[in-house]
């Protein structure tokens, strides 16, 4: 998984003049300015307090190339986010599988909404890298003997599995993104846990790392206040 921030309009101070409009009118403008390091405070209180409009005033646009089973997952996320992927009717799709690595946890034990994962045997991570890179070949071949004989190409990637990997460009606010990092990331800090699939909470702390250094104070606030997108 790879994840690009290729271009973003966010800093703290976008949260402080958007939440000072409603007492200040027009001067809130002055807090883009100032250092926001003197009203960490309110930015701590709009998160405690769950006043949640004020973080909506910035914008990101991250790249990112991932399974097609995780962008299934990722488009789950619909408000306040924006989504342009890859298509398969348009471009012939490139020949990129994903295969767990060995940290890749591969059992899952106990019953659907009381369960946890543990560490796979060596056999079964060599099993589930010769199983997939096997299913993936002969797959592809399939997509190409179908586009060398004219099938449309909106058709052909109908043979292609979900561990295919495809693009897109996401772009979001912090609000939109603390609400999807509190869903798809696991933390100690988080007041109500969360039991993500690991690959799509990779793309998240690649997603968080980022933004994090963007509004640290934002970032910061959310992890103090529990992971809860206000």
């Known amino acids: 998984m790879t994840v690009e921030l290729v271009k973003h309009s966010a800093a703290d101070t976008d949260v402080l003049w958007a939440a000072r409009v409603s007492t200040a009118g027009e001067q809130s403008l002055d807090e883009l300015t100032k250092d926001p390091e003197r ?3 309110l930015i701590n209180f709009l998160m405690r307090d769950r006043h949640g409009s004020p973080f909506e005033h910035n914008s990101m646009t991250f790249f990112i190339s991932a399974p097609l089973f995780v962008f299934r997952e990722f488009h789950r996320h619909r408000v306040g986010w924006s989504y342009n992927e890859e298509s398969g009717r348009y471009r012939q799709l490139q020949p990129v599988f994903y295969v767990p690595g060995a940290s890749r946890k591969l059992v899952q034990q106990g019953r659907p ?5 543990v560490e796979g045997t060596p056999e079964q991570h060599a099993l ?3 199983a997939m890179e096997g299913v993936y070949r002969r797959a592809y071949e399939t997509y190409l003997e179908m586009l060398e004989a004219g099938v449309a190409r909106e058709v052909a990637r109908a043979v292609l ?3 295919l990997y495809s ?3 996401a772009t979001c ?3 939109s993104l603390m609400h999807f990092l509190g869903l798809r990331t696991q933390h100690e800090q988080a007041k109500v846990p969360s039991f993500p699939q ?3 909470e990779m793309v998240g702390e690649a997603m968080e790392e980022q933004w994090s250094k963007l509004m640290p104070l934002t970032h910061a606030a959310f992890n103090a206040n529990g992971r809860v997108a206000p």
């Open 39 to 41: 009203s960490k405070g």
């Open 113 to 117: 909404g009381k369960y946890e994962f």
């Open 128 to 130: 589930t890298g010769r």
């Open 161 to 163: 599995p979900v561990g």
């Open 167 to 169: 693009s897109m460009y």
């Open 173 to 175: 606010n912090a609000r």
């Open 198 to 200: 690991r690959e799509i």
